[in-house]
């Protein structure tokens, strides 16, 4: 089978030019990228015109919730990767807190064998770092690997153990895989439901202390130091977390971060009452919106290159668990289908991101921190691409989604760099283009 994709444009680099879009031409040949160059004159059994799209490699999340197994309700792996392909994606992260948790090498099989035959996205699991989430006792990191796990992480909870953290992120180092972080000292965020400012008082709602975030990143990037652990954290959120990052960089520790969009565009002075006096839930999750400062500081450290990549943290919950007061709602927003709009219309077409620094935090970077060969329009490589409509303006809404899950708080947002056709291992997955 061969596929031939005419007449799109892409980043000057992928053609060794200069130039920040090319034209340029991609043949598909079972599976494989075959060729890409600026024009092809080559046969094809199908031919799909462009029109000027930008073609780029599918794109790659550092972590998403699928809830498979155990809260098929919210999210199972079949809806999760029709959401991803929706978004451009065709490689995902995804994360252990699940029921049962992914700590046995037998349920990260079963994923991966479920995984192959819904055959819509690659959906890469990661291992709980200790059994059931709870902090004390270690899995088998090698056995884990073996089984087929990218990295290892307790998100959704975080080591609360300075002990247990050390002693695993030195046996983790053996594996060569990388610890994930959901940096938050429990006994400082003390079951919080906001970021811990003006609006939590104003509300009279618990509030999660920013401190409680970049205590535990600095433990993490000071282990890394000692262990030589490559520590990467999970959606920073903080002004604190990032000097700590930042100072963990110039040491030289093996030490990488991720932002998500509602980080970057929102604070808890955004949060909009979903009726008087209530705060819409729509718009909770952990780590929480924070203050105006801290989110300049992402933007900053995004600039900066202080934060190295993109994850939309995509925790889908049922809009029954959402309806309810937000200190009883469920944490976590969708954003598989929002976040390459998002950063495109709020960041390159501002200016604040170059084009090519974007697409890279969504697909070489991710790859590189799991060892992955994707990410590329290499020749060889998996034909993992998708086409992206720079120009027509659309607006975000969650009704249309494909995800089980309908939380995000940008609903209604106008946004350019729509998704338009996504290629999964040479398969259309994902399809508006014609």
Not at 131 to 152: H, I, N, P, R
Not at 164 to 192: N, Q
Not at 278 to 299: F, I, Y
Not at 362 to 367: C, D, N, W, Y
């Amino acid at each position: 089978m061969r596929t031939l994709i005419k007449n799109a444009k892409t980043l000057g680099k992928y053609l060794g030019k200069n130039d920040e879009l090319v034209e340029a031409e991609l043949l598909i040949e079972n599976g494989k990228i075959k060729k890409l160059t600026s024009q092809i004159f080559d046969e094809a059994d199908q031919v799909i015109e462009a029109s000027g799209k930008l073609l780029l490699p599918g794109l790659i999340d550092p972590q998403v919730h699928f809830r498979e197994p155990g809260q098929e309700y919210k999210e199972d792996l079949e809806s999760g990767s029709k959401s991803a392909a929706r978004g451009g994606f065709t490689t995902v992260i995804c994360m252990p807190n699940t029921n049962p948790t992914t700590d046995e090498p037998e349920i990260i099989k079963k994923i991966n064998q479920r995984v192959k035959e819904i055959g819509l996205c690659r959906v890469l699991p990661t291992a709980a770092v200790t059994k059931g989430l709870m902090g004390s006792e270690l899995t088998d990191y090698q056995a884990l690997k073996e089984a087929g796990t990218v990295a290892f992480t307790d998100d959704g909870k975080g080591v609360q153990s300075d002990e247990v953290m050390l002693k695993a992120m030195s046996e983790i180092a053996k594996t060569g895989l990388p610890l994930l972080d959901h940096s938050e000292d429990e006994s400082l965020s003390l079951g919080g439901s906001i970021h811990k400012g003006e609006i939590s008082q104003k509300y009279n709602i618990p509030g999660i202390d920013h401190i409680s975030e970049a205590a535990h990143v600095a433990r993490g990037c000071e282990y890394a130091g000692k262990t030589g652990c490559h520590f990467h954290v999970l959606h920073v959120s903080t002004k604190a977390s990032l000097d700590y990052i930042k100072e963990a960089k110039e040491k030289g520790w093996p030490v990488t971060a991720e932002v998500s969009p509602h980080h970057l565009l929102l604070c808890d002075e955004d949060i909009p009452e979903r009726e008087p006096g209530k705060l819409d839930p729509n718009w909770k999750m952990n780590p929480p919106l924070r203050s105006k400062s801290d989110r300049a500081a992402c933007v900053e450290a995004l600039e900066s290159g202080v934060i190295d990549m993109i994850a939309t943290d995509h925790a889908p919950h049922s809009t029954e668990e959402k309806a309810r007061e937000i200190t009883k709602a469920p944490f976590g927003i969708v954003g598989l289908e929002t976040s390459f709009p998002l950063i495109y219309t709020y960041f390159v077409k501002t200016g604040i991101l170059s084009l090519e620094r974007a697409v890279d935090m969504m697909t070489t970077i991710p790859a590189k921190l799991f060892h992955l060969p994707y990410g590329t329009l290499n020749e060889g490589a998996s034909a993992d691409v998708t086409l992206v409509d720079l120009e027509s303006e659309e607006i975000i809404n969650s009704s249309n989604f494909l995800s089980k899950g309908k939380n995000t708080p940008f609903n209604g947002r106008k946004v350019k760099g729509n998704p338009k056709l996504t290629i999964f291992s040479g398969k259309i997955v994902f399809n508006e283009l014609f």
